[in-house]
């Protein structure tokens, strides 16, 4: 399956790593590393992921990094990497209402 990244999804790694950064530039680099990495394996198994419970969507998912939260939904033969946020917060569909395909869903 073909992944891509939402621009919601590009602009919140770019917002964590600059958070990270503002201590430690190099933690920075290597946690938006990390979290692009794992975002990877769901193109191959899209269904390993759990079912994002407040959405309750079978097609929008969710795998973990630590206290990330990466959000994808399945989308033909594709993977659409929504939004990636820390998992303490709830992700309510009003979170992913800004991208088209979200929209749509």
């Given at each position: ?9 590009r602009?919140d ?7 990270i950064?503002?201590d ?15 975002a990877r394996?769901?193109a191959?198994?899209p ?39 820390e ?16 929209a749509?869903?």
């Amino acid at each position: 399956m073909k992944l891509r990244w939402a621009a919601r999804a590009r602009s919140d790694i770019k917002e964590i790593g600059r958070f990270i950064a503002r201590d430690r530039p190099a933690a920075a680099r290597g946690w938006v590393a990390r979290l692009q990495d794992r975002a990877r394996p769901a193109a191959r198994t899209p269904r390993a992921g759990r079912v994002v419970p407040e959405i309750g969507d079978p097609e929008v998912r969710e795998v973990l990094v630590e206290h990330y939260r990466i959000v994808y939904r399945i989308r033909g033969k594709a993977i659409e990497i929504l939004t990636v946020f820390e998992g303490h917060r709830l992700l309510r569909r009003t979170d992913l209402a800004g991208d088209d395909s979200a929209a749509r869903g």
